[in-house]
């Protein structure tokens, strides 16, 4: 389907892309790789009436790492995170993320940022940056990941607001990422991700509820002693999953706790 | 409104003045007049309209002409050089890899991505490589045979390549 028509800009800076949007007004949207957007503007669900393509602007394609902290640019492709020795090391729980996003062709144009931005609690990013306490960076401000998802596909994000970077705190421990979906290509039926951080476990869920959720119920019985599947039991109020065409809410929910466990167990098993 | 693109497709440079809601795949359709490029789905899952950006694959229906301004952009009219077809069409016609051929030109375009990130795939790296592209007539097995057949002809040229350039490079050593 052909799009709503919109006017279009590329910015050569943070600056100007900021200056844009505020031109442009409250229906003006950011552009990166468009591989959910333009899906969208495709079907009409988002009809934005100018497009800011921040594809130009250098200084968001880098990967820094600072001390403890990775920091990741917006505009860093999840093709480049395959590819990226320093993520290998710092937050190879990502770059296997990374490898199981779309197809090729996504993976070639969509970017972090663009994941982070959009918000959908299928993104896989989401869940990871919720369970790690990331910090999402704009032109503005930094906002702590607990406080950035707000609902469906709606973030702490104001109108004239560019992700710029996202910040995650190294993490080497143990990690596994169990993404469930009947094809490959899929966005995740159910997603589990668990990471080692310190002597503690951190737990993600991806598209089990209106928001990316970590899975606190789940931290804490792990906390306390319990095993895998004890923990896994727990699973059930940390996330809010609801029946579509492809599964019930309840099958999801049977399904999280299986995974869960499975996860912990691939996790432990490194 | 229209805008000024300009884009290099297949080794050539047009200009245009485009609506910034045209889609990549239109544009080389419909303004280039390259109809090599396929629509099938229209909801970005099928992969019939891959082409390179830069040597990247990407499903034209899912970018913007506009964004492409200022990029090379090649598109299965453009593998084949001076009548000669590429290797990884030349191996989908021996293999047969098609059946009815509609999604054969994105099939191309993404196993020549493929080849040149790795070039040599295993069954499992075929399979995964070209998950962005389907074949409604589930031909996959001779789309697999073929991607095969291609990897085993151009590792073969690259051989036949390298040898020839170490014979000239040599050459002067000998006089």
Known sequence: MITAPFEYARPGSVDEAQSLLTK?????KVI?????????????????????????????????????????????????????????????????MANDVGDNQVRN??????VIAHGDAAGDYNALALMLDAEIVTNKRRHQARDFYRDILTTALEHDEV??????????????YTKFRRRLYDWALAGVAVQESGSSWRVGYVNLARTPRRGSAVEAALASGASAADAAAQSGSDIDP??????????????????????LQKAAAV | MTQPVALTINGRRRDDQVEPRLLLVH??????????????????????????????????????????????????????????????????????????????????????YLLQQNPSPTDEEIERGLEGNL?????????????HSAARAMSGATDAASAQLVGSAAAPVED
């Open chain 2, 135 to 147: 074949c409604r007539c589930t031909g996959y097995e001779n789309i697999r045979r073929a991607v």
């Open chain 1, 32 to 96: 990166a790789g468009g591989q959910s957007l333009i899906p969208l503007m495709r079907l009409r669900l988002s009809q934005p009436t100018a497009l800011v393509d921040i594809q130009g602007i250098g200084e968001l394609k880098q990967v820094r790492r600072d001390n403890g902290t990775i920091e990741i640019g917006a505009l860093v492709r999840h093709v480049d995170i395959q590819r990226n020795a320093v993520l290998r090391e710092t937050l190879p729980i990502l770059v296997e």
């Open chain 1, 109 to 114: 144009l969509g970017t972090i940022g663009g």
């Open chain 1, 24 to 28: 442009f007004g409250d229906d003006a």
């Open chain 2, 27 to 112: 544009y080389l359709r419909e303004v280039a007049g390259l109809t090599g490029t396929h629509i099938a789905c229209d909801t970005s899952q099928c992969g019939a309209c891959t082409v390179l950006i830069d040597g990247e694959a990407v499903k034209s229906c899912s970018v913007f002409a506009v964004q492409a301004n200022g990029r090379k952009v090649t598109t299965i009219e453009g593998l084949a050089e001076n009548g000669t077809l590429h290797p990884v069409q030349q191996a989908f016609w021996e293999e047969h890899g098609l059946q009815c051929g509609f999604c054969t030109p994105g099939f191309i375009m993404a196993a020549a």
């Open chain 1, 163 to 176: 992700v710029t970077a996202v910040r995650f705190p190294v993490s080497t421990g143990r990690f596994a």
């Open chain 1, 242 to 263: 609801t029946s579509d065409v492809r599964a019930t809410a309840e099958y999801k929910r049977h399904l999280t706790e299986v995974l869960t466990v499975r996860t």
